[in-house]
């Protein structure tokens, strides 16, 4: 588990005394990880930049609102990551009752220049594959082992973040994990 106290006192202390400088510290800190886990959920680079964008808008707007107190016990990792878990959950939700129309039927995907066509060929299949595959676990399967492995959450964050007792944190990873396994070897059930 991460010594959050003592790594997030310098970015609360600017939150609190100037919220604009504070947020710019708070974006800078977690945007790969709020980026990497919404790519991770989403499987969509487009997505995954548009829940950042949201995630950290958000937080922005609730910041405004937060006093010197209330921000002062912020847990800003999980709070942000919470602020997109919900955000995602919500896009999912809507995304199933209204289906869109992807017009141009492929991703734009960012380009590295200094990436070899070689590595980006195989980044890119790599990365494919892994999202087809979190694809087609359980939402709340997909969310706890997208934190837990791609994030770095402890079991006890993700359950601070997800809402969910620790034990069916631990449940949805292993059954997660077990079911990528399986599509891993070919053997999808």
Known sequence: MR????????????LREDLDQGFVMLFEAYRGL???TALRLSGRWADAEDL??????RAFRALSGYDADRIGSLRPRAWVMTILMNLWRNQHRDGQRRPLLDLTGED?????P??????????????????????????DQR??????????FAVSEI???LGLPQGTVKSHVSRGLKRLRALTE???R
């Open 52 to 57: 950042t964008a949201e995630a950290f808008l």
């Open 34 to 36: 709020v980026f990497s």
């Open 108 to 112: 734009v995907e960012e380009v590295d």
């Open 3 to 14: 010594d959050t106290d003592e790594q997030d006192a310098p970015l609360l202390k600017a």
């Open 143 to 152: 969310a706890c082992v997208v934190l837990r492995h791609v994030s770095g």
């Open 114 to 139: 200094g990436e070899s066509v070689e590595a980006a060929a195989e980044r890119r299949e790599t990365g494919d594959e892994l999202a087809a595959m979190l694809r087609r676990l359980p939402d």
């Open 159 to 161: 359950a601070d973040v």
């Open 186 to 188: 070919g053997g999808a």
